[in-house]
């Protein structure tokens, strides 16, 4: 998998934001997002490296439940991608930048994009 696909991994539950936006109770509305930004890090299971995209790559997923998500490769050195999902219920935007540090036998991993 590259980069780009683990961000469109991350739509995987979004019917979540869908019956949150639909939802009157401002309770549940808070249960059904915040389950959803719960489920992101079911996407963080796999801990290999992911193929780092050449730039200009894009990859894009179409009608998952109504969702269409494009991400590209904006940078290669520093690795930049940037992400768009959208539907009738929500936009969303996110930006993958980290900045490393390779200390001997450890590395050190600092996520700059949101």
Request: hydrophobic content about 40%.
């Amino acid at each position: 998998m590259s980069m780009l696909q683990k961000m469109a991994e991350l739509m995987e539950y979004s019917h979540l934001l869908d019956l949150a936006d639909e939802c009157e109770d401002p309770y549940m509305r808070l249960v059904y997002s915040a389950s959803f930004f719960v489920s992101v890090y079911y996407a963080f299971q796999r801990t290999w490296k992911p193929f780092n995209p050449i730039l200009g790559e894009t990859y894009e997923l179409a009608n998952h439940g109504g969702l269409t998500f494009i991400a590209e490769q904006v940078s290669h050195h520093p690795p930049i991608s940037a992400g768009h999902a959208e539907n009738e219920h929500f936009t969303y935007d996110i930006t993958s930048k980290v900045k490393t540090k390779f200390l001997g036998n450890s590395i050190e991993i600092y996520p700059l994009g949101r």
